[in-house]
């Protein structure tokens, strides 16, 4: 399946912790469902928030991208934005400038958007916040991306500018996953019935978290509070407010409830399941009203209050410890239910008595506006007296119920696999296949070695070396044959050797960019004795691949092959040149780095009295071999840049955004489960740090060079047809007037460094170096 990305809207991490729940739902589905062809757009309303828990949670979410879409943006920038674009998107010049918007470039970039509210277009949520909901589903329509509705709750719409919103956008809609029967007939009744299926609320299949079911049951086991009879009591924000509209005091009934709970024997658990910590305003915020009730209650060592934001899966383990809940949230309910708690509910909205009625449960469901002390005591005591024949009437119903959950995903992916069938439109590069650049793999990841001595002479993240040196510590190698760049009386050179310790590894840790011939070495792998892992360019793993099927002594040492990515080797006249340009003289030096340093770094020649000398790489030496000067041929008509021979491959992460990291990364790609293993041992060591890489964002990464490579293979092959000789090429791709003009330069480079150095010499640096860009520039369209 190639590549998909799906943009969620209107739910965060961050805030309503129902609107996470349904997030970790529904992201967790789809991954196990996709896996590693899947990228989620995280469209939040709380960009900062959800980053830093994104990264602070157990499970790793690093397929997730989060892009800022507060409402006041979508509304009133992005809305207007969209609707022109929806006109001018054809036009290339328009579409790029439209795409300047961070919310209009995610859309275009996804291929569906959920849409997550948990509650929208209802009529007493008022003209803005409908309104609200018909621009979050407008505005990727708008861009052309289809959009699905995970479960949620839908009407009445009786209310004249809600019903005219909602009959306009709601049949465009893809898929419509109805919560419960009163929102399919509420659709129903303004003639929305085609895309619509009854599906039960996706928080119910919210897997449970390990890691938050010990840490509550250590804390329960610590605190003597839980041993007693504990009923849960859920306040919500959105119900103190609308409460206060019509005169009840919410805030003091609930302390009332509270200390009448103590007084009878219970102990009380406050449960914020909205929460913003940092924030005074009570949105999606009920911490501040949870502070209030727990301040003015009498007997503070019969409750427990935490009063910071927690996981739906922390609240969800919480409420499972509990006798019973008492809920002003819906997802707090949800909670109790999937944890067969018996709940009794104070709502506002139809959502509520829908869902319970699933399990028959409906008459437990009370209106906000009839609620006083009193009356709720009434319905809590008839409650308690029913609770376990309501435990087993939610055991009974969950299992129908969560089948019912999970068809929001088995629906939902019916539209995804359908819009997968069909290939997105290939302009530069194909990012429908990814294998036709990478080769079979497993994954991609990026990432960089958490020891600061191996990345300081590395060319990136010294990926490589933390991954040799870990395998060497553990004792899953004997050595690594690796190689350096070495000068010998002022000549340049190399050494190829194997190292059996962390310090000699270390020496190798810089890229060299000239031609070596290292197989003619390979009597040292032979001689060796114990397991070995070899570091070699593409086109010297093949030819080592094949010595390997011949040799079955050789073969059974070689326990891992790490390729790195090769955009084409280079004459020692790549180096020289630069450096006499900039007279820098090899003469007594001892060690050349071609690159250290952030981003593309700085070549530095060392000598013995602990001087150096430095000059730009990207000026010098980068700007002959980009030029393609000194290229060697074989290299020119290579296709296998990702070292498809080797177990794990290593290279730059050439992407915009990662220039702005602190610490440079390297990009890795895994094709064998040994090699994963031994990766995943590394990381899980603390030797590397690891994220996800999309091959999309892996092949974006490398795009001049796999343009180069593939789509100038029809002008290649002509050319060698001219000359009477055949090459086997994948020439696939679109070969265009700029990728013909780009391989010609490139080839008429190559031999004018062969044949005529000493007229390239008189070119001055500088000029090298715009003519380079040029062609670059022509390789990036």
């Not at 790793?60 to 992005?78: E, G, M, R, Y």
């Not at 119920?401 to 539209?415: A, K, M, Q, T």
């Not at 040292?524 to 593409?538: D, I, N, T, Y």
Request: with cysteine; aromatic share 10%.
């Amino acid at each position: 399946m190639r590549p998909i990305t799906i943009a969620i809207t209107a739910a965060s991490f961050s805030g309503n912790k129902g609107a996470a729940a349904m997030l970790q739902s529904s992201i967790k589905q789809l991954r196990k469902r996709y896996g590693e062809s899947l990228d989620i757009l995280l469209m939040s309303t709380y960009p900062a928030a959800d980053r830093k828990l994104i990264a602070e949670m157990p499970d790793k979410h690093d397929n997730i991208k989060v892009v800022s879409a507060k409402p006041a943006k979508l509304l009133f920038l992005t809305f207007p934005l969209a609707v022109l674009y929806g006109f001018m998107r054809f036009v290339p010049l328009l579409n790029k400038l439209f795409r300047l918007n961070k919310i209009i470039k995610a859309y275009s970039e996804a291929d569906l958007v959920i849409d997550e509210a948990g509650v929208a277009f209802v009529d007493s949520r008022g003209f803005i916040m409908n309104t609200y909901a018909f621009v979050c589903a407008a505005v990727p329509m708008l861009c052309g991306v289809p959009v699905v509705k995970y479960s949620q709750a839908l009407g009445s719409f009786k209310n004249g500018w809600n019903r005219f919103l909602a009959k306009w956008i709601l049949p465009k809609m893809k898929l419509i996953c109805a919560r419960g029967e009163i929102t399919e007939k509420n659709l129903v009744d303004i003639g929305i019935s085609d895309n619509v299926r009854l599906c039960a609320d996706g928080a119910f299949t919210m897997p449970d978290s390990a890691y938050f079911s010990d840490a509550i049951k250590k804390l329960c086991e610590s605190d003597s509070f839980y041993s007693g009879d504990v009923v849960a009591l859920s306040i919500s924000s959105v119900v103190e407010k609308k409460c206060t509209s019509l005169g009840i005091d919410y805030k003091g009934c609930m302390v009332r409830f509270i200390d009448r709970l103590n007084d009878n024997g219970y102990n009380v658990l406050i449960i914020a399941n909205a929460a913003r910590e940092g924030s005074s305003k009570p949105r999606n915020n009920d911490l501040m009203i949870c502070s209030e009730v727990y301040e003015a209650a009498a007997d503070k060592s019969k409750i427990r209050w935490y009063p910071r934001e927690m996981a739906p899966e922390e609240i969800r383990e919480l409420i499972s410890k509990c006798k019973c809940l008492v809920a002003s949230r819906f997802h707090a309910m949800i909670g109790a239910l999937e944890k067969c708690v018996p709940v009794l509910l104070i709502g506002w909205s139809h959502k509520y008595k829908e869902v319970l009625d699933m399990f028959g449960l409906g008459a437990y469901a009370a209106d906000f506006s009839a609620l006083d002390t009193d009356t709720l005591w009434e319905s809590f005591c008839k409650f308690v007296e029913e609770s376990e024949a309501i435990r087993k009437q939610i055991a009974a119903k969950l299992p129908e119920v969560r089948e019912s959950s999970l068809d929001n995903i088995r629906y939902i992916s019916e539209v995804i696999d359908e819009i997968a069938a069909k290939p997105r439109k290939v302009k530069l590069l194909d990012f429908n296949n990814p294998e036709k650049y990478i080769g079979e793999h497993i994954c991609c990841r990026m990432g960089y070695a958490t020891d600061e001595n191996i990345r300081k002479n590395a060319a990136s993240g010294g990926m490589v070396t933390a991954l040799l040196c870990h395998l060497l510590e553990t004792k899953q190698i004997d050595g690594a044959w690796v190689t350096r760049s070495e000068i010998v009386d002022g000549k340049l050179s190399y050494k190829t050797f194997i190292a059996t310790e962390k310090e000699q590894l270390m020496q190798c840790s810089s890229s060299v960019y000239m031609y070596m011939p290292l197989l003619k070495h390979v009597d040292m792998v032979r001689e060796f004795h114990g397991r070995l892992a070899v570091v070699l360019l593409p086109c010297q793993m093949r030819v080592f691949t094949a010595m390997l099927e011949k040799d079955s002594a050789l073969r059974e040492k070689i326990v891992l092959k790490i390729g790195l990515y090769c955009s084409g080797s280079h004459t020692e006249g790549a180096t020289l040149l630069p450096l006499k340009k900039k007279k820098i003289s090899l003469d007594g030096a001892v060690r050349l780095y071609y690159r250290r340093g952030h981003w593309r770094g700085k070549t530095a020649v060392l000598y013995p009295n602990g001087s150096e000398k430095t000059m730009s790489y990207s000026k010098t030496i980068c700007a002959y071999k980009n030029a393609y000067f000194f290229s060697r041929e074989s290299c020119m008509i290579c296709q296998d840049h990702f070292c498809r021979a080797a177990d794990i491959s290593f290279g730059d992460v050439w992407l915009k955004e990662m220039k702005k990291q602190p610490i440079k990364h390297t990009s890795c790609v895994i094709r064998t489960e040994r090699a994963l293993q031994m990766y995943e041992s590394a990381v899980n060591a603390g030797a590397l740090i690891s994220s996800r890489l999309s091959d999309v964002k892996l092949i974006k990464s490398q795009k001049r060079a796999l343009v180069f490579k593939f789509n100038l293979a029809k002008s290649k092959q002509k050319m060698y047809l001219k000359q009477g000789k055949s090459i086997a090429l994948d020439a696939s791709s679109k070969c265009k007037w700029n990728h013909r003009l780009a391989w010609k330069l490139g080839w008429r480079n190559m031999k004018l460094s062969e044949e005529k150095q000493k007229k390239l010499e008189r070119l001055p640096m500088w000029f090298v170096y715009c003519y380079m860009c040029f062609i670059r520039v022509l390789l990036s369209f």
